[in-house]
């Protein structure tokens, strides 16, 4: 349950539409639920992207990193 996620030799992304609004995205790099593998080809699927990585930190940035978060916030809506 603990291990690192690989996605399967043969997994196939499914065919999204893009997105067209600025969009922020604030990843926490030690994340066991939603691995940094998912951010592959994310700036591919939406065209105005934001994106901060936070070391150190798990699934929740705002709770654990509410710093970093709060600041990746207001640049973004600044």
Partial sequence: MDAPYVLPANYNPP????????????????????????????????DNLTLVKVPDCGHFVQWEAPEAFNFALNEFLN
């Fill in 15 to 46: 065919i999204l539409p893009k997105v067209g609004i600025p969009t922020l995205m604030v990843w926490g790099l030690d994340d066991i639920a939603l691995p940094a593998a998912n951010l592959e080809g994310l700036d591919d699927l939406v």
